[in-house]
């Protein structure tokens, strides 16, 4: 039995003079490891003279033990292992379909909020589930009177029949503002409206309107149309123009339907204006005086203009999309062109 294979000198010299952990690992096993020096003295004991195999094993375990020693105290030294492979990626998201972004009538209440504001307009938002005072009575529309068929009301089934209801427009805003203000009063108001409406390419039962209300000492039928005329021109660019017609709504005299030159055909006539160079965008005109006396502001002292117009025919026009129940459908390959 030669124990001069475990030399344990030798091994310790090596084992400085590693200098990273791979090598460690290599070190280890060529001397302790199966195979090693160390692992064949081990394995020969049996073979021994009783007397002898006590000396060898103590001698085997002996150099074990110092070369685990030194090879922790140059593992302490030379600290962890460099990763073999790349660390594994836990990052969330990195195979996601990119941001999302406003909705195009979102998009389109924005820019066309920014262009009040820049006018001098704050924008003010009032409740979808409305009275009928709000809705109808404060705004010249008495119980029973033939303007309400206009609009084909949904009522909710809260308080006295008939009482509570979707709101139809946006006009109520008008009256809530009125009531808790004083002029001068320069304000937008946008949101979604209901009617029990049968659907069809312009016309949907859920849709958006952008209201406007100025109330000041000396506001004319003229400012309300240099007012639209701005805003037109804003939003569809200086090629259109727009024109007012004469109409009727209970709570604006005189009134008026607003119209811009249609922007498929340059005002020349085709399908979508249905051959007059004409889109019909919403109503306006100057305040009714009854609904002034409604909510206690004085007709003799100051006068206003409103208007009140489909959100979603904007970006309609300005896009070609139709019909209109593409902004409901949630189509991901629309939501993601525009
Ligand atoms: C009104 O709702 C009045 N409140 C507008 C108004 C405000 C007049 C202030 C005077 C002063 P009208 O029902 O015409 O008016 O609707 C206005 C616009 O809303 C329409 O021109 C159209 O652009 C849009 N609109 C009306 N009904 C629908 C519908 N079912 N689907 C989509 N858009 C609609």
Redesign the pocket.
């Known amino acids: 039995m030669d124990l001069s294979d475990l030399d344990l000198d030798a091994a310790v010299a090596a084992i400085t003079a590693a200098t990273e952990a791979g090598e460690l690992a290599d070190l280890r096993k060529r001397l302790v490891g199966k195979g090693s020096p160390a692992f064949r003295t081990r394995e020969s004991i049996k073979t021994l003279d009783a007397a002898d195999r006590p000396v060898v094993g103590k001698a085997v375990t002996d150099f074990t033990k110092a070369v685990e020693a030194a090879l922790e105290v140059r593992a302490g030294e030379l600290g962890p292992a460099a990763p073999t492979e790349p660390p594994l990626d836990l990052t969330l998201g990195t195979h996601g379909r990119g941001r999302g972004h406003l909705h195009l009538v979102t998009q389109c209440q924005r820019e066309l909020e920014d262009v009040f504001v820049s006018l001098g307009y704050r924008v003010a938002e009032g409740p979808e589930v409305e009275d009928d005072w709000h809705n109808f009575e404060a705004?010249n529309f008495p119980p029973g009177h033939p303007a309400r068929a206009?609009?084909d009301t949904l009522y909710v089934d809260l308080g006295d029949p008939e009482q509570v209801l979707l709101r139809?427009?946006?006009?109520p805003v008008?009256i809530r503002l009125m009531e808790s203000q004083p002029p001068p009063i320069y304000a937008v108001m946008p949101g979604r409206?209901y009617?029990n409406?049968t659907?069809d390419a312009?016309?949907?039962?859920?849709?958006?309107?952008i209201?406007?209300?100025a109330v000041d000492r000396g506001l004319t039928f003229g400012d309300l149309a240099g007012t639209l005329e701005t805003f037109t021109s804003a939003y569809f660019g200086k090629k259109v123009t727009s024109r007012l017609l004469p109409?009727f709504?209970p709570?604006?005299e005189p009134?008026?339907?607003?119209a811009i030159t249609c922007v498929f055909c340059d005002a020349a006539g085709c399908r979508v204006c249905s051959q007059t160079g004409w889109i019909?965008?919403?109503?306006?005109?100057m305040?009714d005086p009854n609904v002034f006396l409604a909510v206690g502001i004085d007709p003799e002292e100051y006068t206003g203009?409103?208007?009140?117009?489909?959100?979603?025919?904007m970006p309609m026009l300005r896009y070609g999309v139709e019909p209109?129940k593409t902004f409901f459908d949630n189509d991901s390959r629309f939501l993601s062109r525009y």
């Open positions: 705004l206009m609009q139809t427009h946006t006009s008008q409206t009617r409406e659907v312009r016309h949907s039962a859920v849709f958006h309107q209201e406007g209300l109409s709504f709570f604006t009134s008026a339907e607003f019909e965008l919403g109503g306006c005109g305040v203009f409103a208007f009140g117009f489909g959100l979603e025919r209109i």
